[in-house]
């Protein structure tokens, strides 16, 4: 899995909460039958420092791009910011599978 540059990112901001790794369900269909299949998520609470933010969407959004392009297995790449705080930004992958994460 292609990630950030922690470097990049922890000097933009003041806190990074660990992720919830989550394993979630999907569907396949298999001789005309929906069967749920395993898939991964993944989300962040990222909390920016107040004169970074924009440089965090920018960042976001460079690797949204890069995360969709060149991994098969992502599915999901989304982010927004907090309705309550407007440093904070929620990020959401899900891959359809943990291998499709972990490579």
């Known amino acids: 899995h292609q990630s950030i540059n922690a470097h990049i990112l922890c000097s933009i901001m003041r806190y990074l909460y660990l992720p919830l790794l989550a394993l979630l369900t999907t569907s396949q269909t298999v001789a005309g039958l929906s069967l749920p299949v395993p898939a991964f998520g993944v989300n962040a609470r990222l909390v920016a420092k107040p004169e970074r933010r924009d440089e965090l969407t920018a960042l976001l959004l460079q690797n949204r791009a890069s995360t969709l392009q060149n991994e098969p297995e992502a599915l999901q790449f989304s982010f ?5 705080d407007p440093l904070v930004v929620h990020l959401h992958e899900r891959f359809a599978s943990r291998h499709g994460f972990d490579v």
Not at 80 to 84: A, L, M, V
Request: hydrophobic letters at 0%.
């Open 80 to 84: 927004g910011p907090d309705p309550n």
